[in-house]
């Protein structure tokens, strides 16, 4: 299996895309009226690092990399993210490999590439997840920059504009909802951020730091509304969230967005 499709009260619908196991991070849009998913193959297929553009049935729309790319810098190696611009363009970030993040256009040609590891605050340290920011005007290019522990802004065109939030216990992935942003934590945490990157509420926090990031936690002690590793999230169009922890079993966790 790929691709699982659930209703939104947990039941199994289906599975999608086998051709895409190994999805690291997903980005999803409208496009001509269409639900379209674009995923991040770190590993699973031959070649097992792609962004795969899929519909809702699974099939596959375009590829990269592809003949048109060329030669990538820094290589192709530890995909993490992705996310697609209002234009079209989509960005991928080496979290696991180069430390860069490499822009292409809609049809999957590369563009350019930017960012790259070390200690300068302009550099990345597993630049994990991606996402577009609409919340400031002009679209900026959020940035999860793991083990800097922050987020960070970039425009599109991969220039420097700042650190969003800082001192975040390992930032993996976000979600915006309104002028909000959620933030999976893999060190056992949901952190909600406003505009300015301000905490204002903290979910699931683990009390238990030696289960904090750790694939190895048993089924039996896993805690309803307790976070071990959270890895992906996402809101949905109510505002509720969903939670993806990084273990052994798997969990995804949905909590209610409650009425103000």
């Not at 895409?20 to 998913?37: D, L, P, S, V």
């Not at 590891?117 to 002009?138: S, V, W, Y």
């Not at 406003?194 to 730091?209: E, M």
Request: net charge positive; charged share 20%.
């Amino acid at each position: 299996m790929a691709v699982l499709v659930y209703q939104p009260d947990g039941k199994f619908l289906r599975s999608i895309a086998p051709e895409c196991k190994g999805f690291h991070a997903m980005a999803i849009r409208k496009e001509n009226q269409k639900t379209i998913i674009y995923g991040a193959q770190l590993n699973g297929n031959k070649p097992p690092l792609r962004i795969c553009k899929i519909d809702t049935d699974g099939k596959i729309l375009l590829e990269i990399p592809n003949a048109s790319t060329g030669d990538i810098p820094g290589g192709w190696t530890g995909l993490t993210g992705v996310t697609v611009a209002p234009d079209g363009s989509i960005f991928a970030s080496m979290g696991y490999g180069s430390n860069m993040i490499h822009k292409f256009n809609a049809d999957g040609k590369l563009l350019k590439s930017f960012g790259g590891p070390g200690a300068d605050e302009k550099q990345f340290n597993t630049p994990h997840g991606l996402a577009i920011d609409p919340r400031f005007g002009e679209p900026r290019l959020l940035v999860a920059d793991r083990e800097k522990r922050r987020i960070v802004h970039l425009d599109l065109e991969g220039n420097w504009i700042g650190v969003h939030a800082r001192h975040l216990r390992r930032p993996c992935s976000v979600s915006m909802f309104g002028d909000h942003l959620a933030v999976a934590e893999l060190e056992s945490r949901v952190t909600i951020l406003d505009a300015s990157g301000t905490p204002v509420a903290f979910l699931g926090d683990n009390p238990n730091r030696d289960q904090w990031a750790k694939f190895g936690v048993q089924p039996q002690d896993l805690r309803l509304g307790i976070f071990t590793a959270p890895h992906g999230l996402s809101f949905d169009q109510a505002g509720n969230l969903y939670v993806e922890d990084w273990n052994k079993t798997g969990r995804v966790t949905k909590l209610i967005r409650l009425s103000p």
